[in-house]
């Protein structure tokens, strides 16, 4: 699992923790089947991280996203 301190989006530097390309380094950091997580302060957040992991779920503001597909149950 790779997990990220909350910034809010008006922070210095902010912009480089919800990016793409942030987001695309913790999926090669994944494991198959491993976990990245990340606070969603807005919309745009939200629709990078889809963007970047295939499998995601959404808890409240809390985006949980995968490289693979979970079966149910787990």
């Known amino acids: ?9 008006q922070s210095a530097y902010a912009g480089n923790l919800y990016s793409v390309e942030y ?5 090669r950091s994944l494991k198959p089947g491993g976990f990245g997580v ?17 499998h995601v779920l959404l808890f409240k503001r809390v985006l949980i996203g995968s490289n693979a597909f979970a079966p149910r149950g787990w």
């Open 23 to 27: 987001f695309a380094l913790v999926r």
């Open 38 to 54: 990340s606070w969603q302060p807005t919309r745009r957040t939200r629709d990078t991280f889809v963007k970047v992991l295939p």
């Open 1 to 9: 699992m790779v997990e990220a301190d909350a910034l809010r989006p």
